[in-house]
């Protein structure tokens, strides 16, 4: 079983759809959540980064963490063709070692006007 | 935009022969990666540098091997490459902390 686990979709919404992208982890000791977004033959860039458990907001973005049931989410809220884009989840136990950092094989977006 | 840049970008080689990937930055981070990309796998790490001459292995790093000679460039060896190195990789810079930037990404196909 992979420490991290990520629905590969694709995930097919309409334009303005809210979209849900979800995350599972064995290790209960990640404290360190991130998400991020990763066009088509691009590198990954990070989106959302959150500590602990709770939700952050940023625009049209809420992160959220549930660590009693070890599970992540990424909501996207009015969603627009380019949000069209592989997510993938990122976590890590520590602050400083991101040579820790375990990563999820990322789910496939399409956003459709 | 964290000031990573990748040569080259697209490369085709031939089984056993020597490739190198480079990674150069411009803003003096400490901590520099390299990860690989495959379908179904992810992002997993080969190696990472933080400091000049200070190297580690990361979750994959057989058959690869690093150097960091000058804290600006980070550069990856497949000292003889394989079919199983056709992949996507990506250089990452740490910075503010634990949070991790990618570059663009490196094709490389093993024929």
């Known amino acids: 079983q992979k420490e991290v686990e990520q629905d590969p979709g694709p995930l097919s919404v309409p334009e303005g759809a809210i979209v849900s992208l979800n995350c599972t982890y064995s290790?209960?000791?990640?404290?360190?959540f991130m998400w991020y977004r990763q066009y088509s033959r691009k590198g990954p860039e990070l989106l959302m980064y959150?500590?602990?458990?709770g939700n952050k907001e940023d625009g049209r973005f809420t992160a959220q963490v549930d660590k009693s049931s070890k599970y992540i989410s990424l909501f996207i809220r009015d969603s627009q063709p380019s949000d069209s884009a592989t997510y993938l989840c990122?976590?890590?136990?520590?602050?400083?070692?991101?040579?820790?950092?375990?990563f999820g094989t990322g789910t496939r977006l399409q956003v459709f006007p | 935009d964290a000031g990573i840049t990748q040569s080259p970008r697209h490369k085709v080689t031939e089984t056993g022969t020597p490739v190198t990937l480079r990674c150069h930055q411009t803003e003096n981070h400490r901590y520099m990666y390299w990860y690989r990309q495959d379908p179904g796998h992810g992002l997993r790490l080969i190696h990472y540098?933080?400091?000049?001459?200070?190297?580690d292995k990361g979750e994959v790093s057989d058959g690869y091997s690093v150097s960091r000679s000058k804290t600006e460039d980070f550069l990856l060896t497949l000292e003889s490459a394989t079919s199983s190195q056709t992949s996507v990789y990506f250089c990452?810079?740490?910075?503010?902390?634990?949070?991790?930037?990618f570059g663009e990404g490196s094709w490389l196909t093993v024929v």
């Open positions: 959150t500590y602990s458990s």
């Open positions: 290790n209960s000791a990640f404290q360190y």
């Open positions: 990122a976590m890590s136990q520590t602050y400083y070692n991101t040579d820790k950092l375990i």
């Open positions: 540098s933080y400091g000049v001459k200070d190297t």
């Open positions: 990452a810079i740490e910075q503010n902390g634990n949070t991790i930037y």
